[in-house]
């Protein structure tokens, strides 16, 4: 029944302090300090550095004030302590008439030379070189005076000799409820200086040094031998709030693990198992350190309250703004290792940031929504210089003002080196809902591996890194956020490599969240919709060049370009995507006022890094393609000069045979040809060089840091945080495209209207030069350039030549247009197959000399053409030339073609509906449509590529000089790749000997 009722009344208590814990740990508190406390009626208050709040004396002012500091109560002048165990839980009463208090409070005396009745002090003694000691050399009262003449005797009851037996100094005896005045611990255990009854430590093991350690050191600590067991049971047996607050700086030291996986009061085996004894039994006294529900069941376990439940409290309702500039006010409850409180401290100038910098780089750690990053190297062996990093520890709160009333909300800290209860794993590097949460955390640990024989520390512990994570509320636009969560990393460096010069890293990041749900979701429709759009408009191209090859049904070559014209699109819609999104995140990131959007997290990063990456390979497919197929159209140029006359032989006069028509006018035109396939519409050379001018020189690129501050010039003393990955891939975007774009408008409008155009001047070459070209980019489709003369001939003199010229400025002949009295030069065709497969007859002789006298060169007998192959390819030339003129004059019987423009849904959708199985169709054109087969007519394809190359270099090296450095030696490797294919394939498809293209 004694067993049953004790177990009830255990629960009861800790029920009350389930309730108690959770009030504290969950609800702001008022914001007090030592300032705050006043008198209440007749009773002082003194400032309660466990609950940060006023309390009230146990006694009224007639007994008790207020320390200097604040901390606790005092009796009043001309009184003693009954008891003092600190803070408010003591007890005063009034010396008898005639006496004062001694100077350690716990007696009253007479004084030698009277007492001042104002101040109940003795007076001072008649001579300044004369002392009235309250004790004499055997510690006796001097209350009648005495003889303080120096001899050996013992020391009176209560009193021991001191370390240098020069006199006799109190005992340290904290039982004195009994009236026992003895410094005899007979019965009772000195432990840290102090005599505690035996019962009091009968669940704690004797002789266990495991107890005494700190992880991971392999020895006992001198502080924890001096102090855990005296602290233990200070505080839960005499409610001394310095005692607590030791206890608790123990546990936090130890990183709040346990010895046994299942807690019990029954056996303490270390400082955290102590304080939780120490807890359950002082809840009102002993510093809160978990965040966890203590529950003394069966199994007497540690539950832990879930890390999601803490870091998900949606009552924090201040608004934080960028204009006017908010800041998060962090205030520390600072107490040293001793248990001293040292006041509640901002976070600024540095309080919790062991790398040193200026005061104002420091303090922006704390302005809102700015993604905070300090990382600095220090010397291990300064971190034993007690002086410059003392052993304190923080209890953080975050300012809030609710209805009006400033307040402390207590901020949860996550220890990622807590181990869990079995001691198997790290337990708070896992996810939210796995993580067990704390209160107090500690910078640097010089002084817990001293070891019990004394000297320096084998190690010192500190953290290695520290991250504040501050998310905003979901589903608000108000600017207010959950809780803030500090994330310590402890390491440790020891004595001998610190000796040896190490250096620690040390770092400092505050990161800022928001809820992904709805980016997550208009990231997929966005990626989901478009791609889907993208791959019906690539089915579509593949359509479309299939039937302009001639191709009936789905085969390889079908599913092939498929594939790569999937890519072209998709490498748009990705690029859309991604530079949307990260638009918007810089835009609205930067220009809002109430907070409501925060830089993305690494995680939230991922699909969008994904996606630009994809973006990248998959448009270099799409320049791959596009390539390989300018690089293997069939190009003819049709000669239309005749011979001007006959010559005979001299030796055979009979024999007449025509004027040779020279060749060197279809050399010049397929040079210019040759020399136009990779001239792009932009300069890139200045692409790249303003792009990187205006991000570098100018500072767009300063816009793109992960804070609020939008501007391009920043104070080089003002902190700079890293740049955003994001956004300098929106802002390079952005820079990139507006210079191509007003370059390709003054181009366009400007430069080729009043100074050149080099595809307009290519058509006016071949008019000139009486030369046509034929240009097959499928099987039955491709362009033509009608360059026949208006005069008939172009191989002539310079004198004649510039006769005809005057003649046509005149307008004294024809005009240059396919049809008569028309200037329509250039078509886009859909030819016959019969076209096709007769081309390709004439033209399959040359083929296969020229691929033997390959296959000769790869065996090493030489590769030139032999006198039958040469005989064969220009028997080649001259029959594809008449075929081909005959087929523009329509002198071929069984092929024609008929001239028209194209429907305006043809031209929209870029296809011919017409049926040409028999009849060819020539489309007038806005005579550039031939810069199809060059890159002159792909100048945004090739854009977006220099801007995903620029870019994605950027993200790599995190330097727009080095990405303008790449991006221009990678165009210049696709031009060039682009005129060698090109300059092979017209060698190849016009018969024109590779050594005249220069």
């Not at 409820?177 to 840290?192: F, H, P, V, Y």
């Amino acid at each position: 029944m004694a067993a049953f009722n004790a177990l009830s009344i255990l629960t009861s208590l800790f029920s009350i302090y389930i309730c108690y814990s959770y009030a504290q740990l969950f609800n702001p508190i008022p914001l007090e300090d030592v300032s705050s406390c006043t008198t209440v009626g007749t009773v002082r208050q003194y400032y309660d550095v466990t609950t940060l709040s006023c309390k009230d004396c146990s006694q009224d002012e007639t007994f008790q004030v207020t320390s200097s500091d604040g901390y606790s109560c005092i009796c009043k002048q001309g009184y003693k302590y009954i008891q003092n165990y600190g803070g408010g839980n003591i007890t005063c009463e009034a010396c008898p008439t005639g006496q004062v208090a001694s100077s350690s409070g716990f007696n009253c005396l007479k004084c030698p030379g009277g007492i001042d009745e104002t101040t109940k002090t003795c007076t001072s003694c008649s001579n300044n070189l004369e002392i009235s000691p309250e004790r004499d050399l055997l510690g006796q009262w001097y209350t009648d005076g005495g003889d303080n003449t120096i001899n050996c005797q013992t020391c009176t009851a209560g009193t021991q000799p001191s370390a240098d037996n020069t006199r006799c100094q109190k005992c340290t005896n904290v039982y004195p409820l009994s009236g026992d005045n003895s410094c005899d611990c007979t019965g009772k255990e000195r432990t840290g200086g102090f005599c505690l009854p035996s019962g009091n430590l009968a669940n704690i093991p004797t002789g266990d040094d495991g107890m005494l350690m700190i992880p991971p050191s392999g020895e006992a600590s001198e502080f924890f031998s001096h102090n855990l067991v005296s602290s233990y049971a200070l505080c839960k047996f005499y409610k001394n709030q310095t005692a607590c607050t030791v206890l608790a700086n123990m546990c936090v030291l130890t990183e709040y693990r346990y010895r046994n996986k299942a807690f019990s009061t029954a056996t303490l085996n270390n400082a955290c198992e102590m304080y939780l004894s120490a807890l359950i039994s002082r809840p009102l006294e002993v510093p809160r350190l978990y965040y966890a529900t203590i529950g003394f069941q069966i199994a007497s376990q540690i539950n832990p309250t879930d890390g999601d439940d803490v870091l998900r409290d949606d009552r924090l309702q201040t608004r934080y703004t960028f204009s006017p500039e908010s800041r998060l006010e962090y205030r520390l409850a600072t107490y040293s290792l001793d248990g001293k409180y040292l006041g509640l401290n901002t976070a600024q100038n540095g309080r919790i940031q062991l790398c040193t910098d200026t005061t104002e780089k420091l303090d922006a750690a704390f302005v809102f929504g700015t993604t905070y990053s300090q990382s600095c190297k220090i010397a291990a062996i300064d971190l034993w210089d007690k002086s410059k990093y003392q052993v304190e520890f923080f209890d953080v709160y975050i300012e809030i003002t609710e209805d009006g009333e400033k307040k402390l909300f207590p901020i949860p800290v996550n220890v990622l080196n807590y181990y869990s209860l079995d001691l198997s794993k790290e337990i708070n590097r896992d996810e939210e809902v796995d993580m067990q949460l704390f209160r107090r955390f500690f910078l640097v640990d010089n002084v817990g591996f001293i070891p019990t024989t004394g000297g320096e520390a084998t190690l010192v512990r500190y953290a290695k890194s520290i991250r504040i994570d501050v998310e905003l509320q979901t589903d608000t636009t108000q600017g207010v956020i959950y809780p803030p969560a500090i994330q310590v990393e402890y390491s440790t460096v020891t004595l001998a490599d610190a000796q040896a010069g190490v250096e620690v890293e040390i770092s400092f990041d505050v990161d800022y969240t928001y809820s992904d749900t709805s980016y997550r979701r208009d990231f997929q429709i966005a990626v989901g919709t478009l791609s889907t759009l993208g791959v019906i408009y690539a089915g579509y191209r593949s359509w479309v060049w299939s039937k302009r090859s001639g191709r009936p049904s789905i085969d390889f070559p079908t599913i092939a370009n498929f594939f790569f014209f999937c890519a072209g699109t998709l490498a748009n819609v990705f690029f859309v995507v991604t530079f949307g999104m990260a638009f918007y995140w810089f835009i609205f990131f930067k220009r809002q006022s109430v907070v409501y959007l925060v830089h993305p997290t690494d995680k939230q990063l991922r699909d969008w890094l994904g996606l630009f990456g994809a973006a990248f390979a998959l448009k270099f497919l799409e320049v791959a393609h596009m390539i390989f197929l300018q690089c293997s159209i069939d190009v003819f140029f049709i000669d239309w000069e005749r011979s001007r006359g006959v010559i005979s032989n001299s030796a055979e006069t009979t024999k007449t045979k025509e004027v040779p028509v020279s060749i060197w006018r279809t050399y010049f035109v397929a040079n210019e040809w040759n020399e136009i396939q990779a001239v792009r519409k932009i300069n890139k050379t200045f692409q790249v060089w303003a792009a990187v001018f205006f991000l570098v020189v100018v500072g767009f690129e300063n816009t793109a840091t992960k804070d609020p501050d939008g501007s391009v010039t920043k104070d080089s003393n003002a902190y700079k945080a890293e740049y955003s990955r994001v956004y300098r891939y929106a802002v390079a975007v952005l820079v990139y495209i507006v210079i191509g774009v007003l370059q390709w408008i003054f181009f366009t409008f400007i430069y080729e209207r009043f100074f050149e155009d080099k595809v307009r001047q290519f058509v006016d070459l071949c008019s000139m030069s009486n030369i046509s070209v034929f240009v097959m980019a499928h099987a039955q489709f491709g362009h033509y350039i009608h360059g026949r003369s208006v005069h008939g001939k172009a191989d002539t003199n310079m004198k004649e030549m510039a006769e005809l010229m005057k003649k046509e400025e005149e307008d004294m002949c024809g005009q240059r247009g396919l049809l008569p009295n028309t200037e329509q030069q250039t078509f886009v065709m859909a030819l016959p197959k019969r076209l096709r497969l007769r081309y390709e007859a004439v033209l399959l002789p040359a083929k296969l000399e020229s691929a033997a006298a390959a296959t000769r060169a790869d065996s090493g007998r030489g590769g030139r053409l032999s006198g039958s192959a040469m005989e064969k390819q220009v028997e080649a030339y001259c029959t594809i030339n008449r075929f081909f003129s005959a087929f523009i004059d329509r002198s071929l019987r069984d092929m024609d073609y008929v001239i028209k423009d194209k429907t305006i849904l043809e031209s929209i959708m870029d296809t011919e509906f017409d049926d040409t199985s028999e009849t060819g169709v020539f489309y007038n054109d806005d005579g550039h449509s031939f810069d199809n087969v060059l890159f002159y007519g792909h100048e945004m394809t090739l854009l977006l590529f220099d801007v995903l190359t620029f870019c994605i270099s950027d993200l790599i090296f995190t330097n727009f000089v080095i990405a303008g450095v790449i991006t221009y030696l990678l165009s210049e490797i696709v031009c060039v790749a682009r005129d060698g294919g090109g300059q092979k394939n017209l060698a190849k498809k016009t018969l024109v000997d590779e050594r005249f293209l220069i």
